[in-house]
């Protein structure tokens, strides 16, 4: 818990509206929660998506990372305490 609260100011979450819901339902994917959440990153304009799972992101032109892969490659000097990290 400890982790999300320290890196929680270096996130924005999107929300996820009608236009969002509608993309998602022509779509047709099987999950769609994950099809939710691509829509949402889309209008937010997000540079990539970090999930734990990569696989149900095929159809994404938005970079898509796991946890990990994504901490292998940020920059720590954009983090003011990079304690959180060690």
């Known amino acids: 818990m400890r982790l999300f609260i320290d890196t929680r100011s270096y996130v924005n979450i999107s929300e996820i509206g009608e236009k969002a819901v509608d993309e998602a339902l022509q779509l047709r994917k099987e999950d769609f929660e ?50 959180w990290m060690k």
């Open 34 to 83: 994950d099809v939710l959440q691509y829509f949402s990153a889309k209008q937010a304009n997000v540079d990539c998506i970090i999930t734990r799972n990569k696989k149900d992101f095929t159809f994404s032109d938005i970079p898509v990372y796991t946890p990990a892969e994504f901490m292998e490659n940020v920059d720590e000097s954009e983090f003011v305490d990079t304690q």
